[in-house]
């Protein structure tokens, strides 16, 4: 129960991250957050164990009572805007790719890839999104260090910057409801008029 995902969000309701049950309610408990229900209302600690769990609810077990693991935190004293654009990494360039060689297009564990630059270092490509992709040993032994033209190979998707979410690393997984609300980037982005 303890290491179920709660959605954490800035003081103005924008999400910045995923976090623990654990971690959530260590910030909930130590009054650095409150607890946000689909309403948007928001619960300090005192309260929100005065709400009754239901059998369906996720909850943890005290001697004295069951709490309600929370679903959405809101910080109270953090009101930076979320990180826009994903780190370039190894493991972030795998979810990128779906762990799919970008040359043959077969899936592979992390542990069976490689990464590739489509331009290589040698002949002045960049590490950077638009250059590195995910490759099986064999095409990347076969490409070489060679442009793609020269050992005639082609990329199955070309490769580009991911956009960012909070929710990136939690591509094609399911999610709770509530969490909608404040992921949907329409809402957010959407330009205000007077």
């Not at 109270?76 to 826009?84: F, T, V």
């Not at 990494?89 to 040359?103: K, M, P, V």
């Not at 630059?117 to 095409?139: F, Q, T």
Request: charged fraction near 25%; hydrophobic fraction near 35%.
């Amino acid at each position: 129960m303890l290491d179920s995902e709660v959605l954490v969000l800035n003081r103005v309701f924008q999400a910045l991250r995923v976090t623990t049950a654990r971690n959530a309610i260590s910030l909930f408990y130590k009054g650095h957050a409150k607890a946000v229900l689909p309403d948007y209302s928001t619960y300090e600690w005192e309260h929100w164990c005065d709400i009754p769990a239901q059998p369906k609810d996720d909850v943890v077990l005290t001697p004295s009572r069951a709490i309600l693991v929370p679903r959405v935190i809101l910080l109270k004293n953090y009101d930076r805007l979320p990180r826009r654009e994903v780190k370039f990494s190894r493991h972030n360039i795998y979810l990128r790719d779906g762990n799919r060689c970008q040359y043959c297009g077969r899936k592979f564990s992390s542990s069976e890839l490689s990464l590739d630059h489509v331009v290589p270092i040698s002949r002045g490509g960049k590490s950077s999104w638009e250059n590195v992709v995910c490759a099986c040993l064999p095409c990347n032994v076969r490409k070489g260090n060679k442009l793609l033209c020269e050992c005639h190979m082609q990329l199955i998707r070309q490769p580009q910057r991911p956009r960012w979410h909070p929710l990136h690393r939690l591509q094609g997984r399911a999610f709770p409801d509530i969490w909608k609300n404040f992921l949907d980037e329409a809402y957010w982005n959407a330009e205000l008029r007077s």
